[in-house]
């Protein structure tokens, strides 16, 4: 029997010992099929939106959900302002417990699982709804997250040129070194207009926390599949507001995508589609190769449930983790007090 | 400057090496005052109902609150049946992390923590609610909590007898058993009546998830302090509902005991005194000798908030802490990507 006592935990260190034993690109590959799989399964969890904490300069927030076995959570924040002082703008960690104890299972850093999944996540959606044959995506914000973006986009849409821009030149030089030998044709821009030239993905990726409009609306044409990923809390946007009423859309889960996300711009009558809904064919993804499909993505907490049963699931063979002493197991159940008696030091007496 | 990128993890071992380093009383006394003291600057506090996962064994929630400077939660399961298994019924961790980055700064272990942070909760709300002078305690429900209970009320509320019952006589005789030599009289008793005679204050601390009467409305004289901390969440109470109604009732959070507290058989709009309102002096406590007073008591997240905060600045001193590679941090905070392909294995080729 496992020690109920000791959680594993995956540290950063572990988890890119881990990301380079998997690869990156399968591991994105993975982690949409099992993301897919959780999204087929939707009605199974339960669902909340995320709990946010806002100040002046960022959220933190944590994000539940069950499937009625596992329990898993992950905490992270959005510090746009962090970057300027050396820090990430989003750091996260995360941990599964199971349902029928209460007892964690798992802890994990999840800063490098987040950045893993949310591209996986990206990637997935667009493999449902993005133009067929789409090869060229525009990349809009080359930061922290953009090159998990660009490698997932390749590895799970076959895309083979991102065009890249940022509004900081030295964003862009560091994505397109970073993806120099990836297999991917690389074009940095000097303008948003420029990069989405020929693309038929056009994701954003920015971080600012302000109504900010990367995309303004006579940039986007018919046929095209928009990724947003950067607007993700109350007051943060990308998109000016006639795309959105040009597009089909797409969301995870819409009490919290009305909250955080680009439709937070339109009524809350304004119809959406839900992204599980498509994958199991419950409802119509891309309309026709004219239409404008819209991934107003936010990050669910499901999505953070299947990374980190697929991450437990490899722990099995792939063991870098370490142990925690992080629950009190006394022998009897009802006797914490005596056994932090019984760890009472000895004191030794002098002759 | 310290490493942002690691965190300190307090441990089970080391959390008890802290409480013995510091005393199991005297850490309850200060852990009171400390709660005292955040409970005077309640309106300072980000304040919501903890968020609960509920299934057919048990609870698993998380409790955040934030001061604006500091940010804490506290994940934490309730699994009556875990103790015919072997498992505690309550086990609990926590985390601090700082507004203004979002980066985590504390985990800790807290089933102890929590066990002594109710406690001393109970003590505290105590001190400005049972009758003057009160010396004897009724304890019904020897479990886990009971200890501590016990020497709470002996530190804070100079309770010189405490009263047994436990419907496990198993139970009770360890509770005795542990209690023996703590300055305390300790009188088993063969039923709930008995442990009541003489008692001022009567804690009931039973952890069935069911409506259960473990007090009827005939066993409970004038001038009695009722403090009832084991019924705390949707469908589980301890009271008769006659003795609410007799009861000048104190809360926490209201609109988190409405949904779990012994109030939760009242309807909505009983009306109920808020404990941090009558520890500023804004609200009454106790009207007179005669009054039944109730702590309807289901513990909140300022308490954790309030344990985790003292906890980190006895840890400046007493350092009994390990550091956890948790937080990604690459140097250029745009490049985790890069942070995580320089931490690539470097393949030797063969000569």
Redesign the interface.
């Not at 002082?85 to 703008?89: D, I, K, P, V």
């Not at 925690?324 to 006394?330: N, Q, R, S, T």
């Not at 009897?332 to 008696?341: I, K, S, T």
């Given at each position: 029997m496992t020690q109920?006592?000791v959680v594993p935990?995956v540290?950063?260190?572990n988890?890119?010992?881990l990301?380079?034993a998997i690869g990156?690109e399968p591991m994105m590959v993975e982690l949409a099929d099992r993301i897919e799989d959780d999204f087929r399964r939707w009605p199974s969890f339960?669902k909340?939106p995320r709990?946010a904490?806002h100040?002046d300069?960022?959220?933190?927030e944590?994000m539940?959900t069950?499937d009625?076995q596992t329990?898993g959570?992950k905490?992270v924040?959005?510090?746009p302002t962090?970057?300027k002082?050396?820090?990430?703008?989003v750091?996260a960690?995360g941990?599964l417990?199971d349902?029928?104890?209460?007892?964690?299972v798992l802890l994990s850093?999840m800063?490098?699982l987040t950045?893993l999944r949310t591209a996986a996540m990206s990637a997935l959606a667009a493999r449902h709804l993005a133009p067929k044959g789409a090869t060229t995506m525009a990349l809009i914000g080359?930061?922290?997250?953009?090159?998990?973006q660009a490698l997932a986009f390749r590895a799970i849409c076959g895309i083979r040129e991102v065009r890249l821009y940022d509004l900081s030149p030295d964003?862009t030089a560091?994505c397109a070194?970073?993806l120099a030998g990836s297999g991917l044709r690389v074009v940095p821009c000097p303008s948003a207009e420029e990069a989405i030239e020929g693309a038929q993905i056009i994701t954003t990726v920015t971080a600012d926390k302000q109504f900010a409009t990367i995309l303004s609306g006579n940039m986007i044409g018919p046929g095209v599949h928009i990724n947003a990923v950067g607007g993700d809390c109350p007051g943060k946007t990308e998109l000016a507001r006639d795309i959105l009423l040009r597009s089909d859309i797409f969301v995870e889960y819409p009490p919290q995508t009305r909250i955080e996300g680009e439709i937070q711009q339109l009524p809350p009558d304004h119809p959406v589609t839900e992204l599980w809904q498509v994958i199991t064919g419950a409802a119509p993804g891309r309309r026709d190769a004219g239409a404008i499909t819209l991934f107003d993505s936010v990050g669910f907490a499901i999505e953070d449930f299947s990374a980190l049963c697929y991450l437990r699931e490899k722990l099995a063979t792939l063991s870098f983790c370490e142990q925690?002493?992080?629950?009190?197991?006394?022998d009897?159940?009802?006797?914490?007090?005596?056994?932090?008696?019984r760890?009472?030091?000895v004191v030794v007496k002098r002759a």
């Open positions: 109920l006592n935990f540290s950063v260190d988890m890119m010992k990301v380079h990156i339960d909340t709990i904490s100040s300069v960022g959220v933190i944590l539940p069950s009625g329990y959570f905490y924040n959005g510090h962090n970057m002082r050396g820090l990430q703008t750091t960690f941990v417990a349902v029928a104890t209460g007892y964690p850093e800063t490098i950045a080359n930061g922290s997250q953009s090159e998990f964003a560091k070194r970073n925690l002493d992080m629950i009190a197991d006394p009897d159940p009802r006797d914490l007090y005596g056994m932090l008696l760890a009472a030091p």
